[in-house]
């Protein structure tokens, strides 16, 4: 079992910086690929990008491509988003999730096997 919990959302205004970070603990392996969603108000659930642990190789949905950056420390078992000019439209809960390695990138939910509760980031226009 995997338990992932994110942290550092909050209230920031149009413009702003958030840094999220997801934590994880229990059986984890450097195999796991871990992914950022997001969902906003009456959205659904939509892919944000992920993290390779063995090597730090990212990837990201076009709609986030250039403001947002995932890395992560090993040492930690601590994977981070950082987001850069936010606006509006980023409002949402914003989850970590972890899924096993494999040849492709992981960008739907059930492609996961393990979730955290979640972190809300509301920005303010």
């Known amino acids: 079992q995997v338990q992932l919990v994110e942290s550092g959302g909050g209230l920031v205004q149009t413009g702003g910086s958030l840094r999220l970070s997801c934590t994880a603990s229990?059986?984890?392996?450097?195999?796991?690929?871990m992914g950022w969603f997001r969902q906003g108000p009456g959205k659904e659930r939509e892919f944000v990008g992920a993290?390779?642990?063995?090597?730090?190789?990212?990837y990201y949905a076009d709609s986030v491509k250039g403001r947002f950056t995932i890395s992560r420390d090993n040492a930690k078992n601590t994977v981070y988003l950082q987001i850069y000019s936010l606006t509006v439209e980023d409002t949402a809960v914003y989850y970590c999730?972890?899924?096993?390695?494999?040849?492709?990138?992981?960008?739907?939910?059930?492609?996961?096997?393990?979730w955290g509760q979640g972190t809300q980031v509301t920005v303010s226009s």
């Open positions: 229990g059986r984890t392996s450097s195999n796991y690929i």
């Open positions: 993290i390779r642990w063995t090597f730090g190789s990212t």
């Open positions: 999730a972890a899924a096993r390695g494999g040849p492709t990138w992981p960008r739907q939910r059930a492609e996961y096997d393990y």
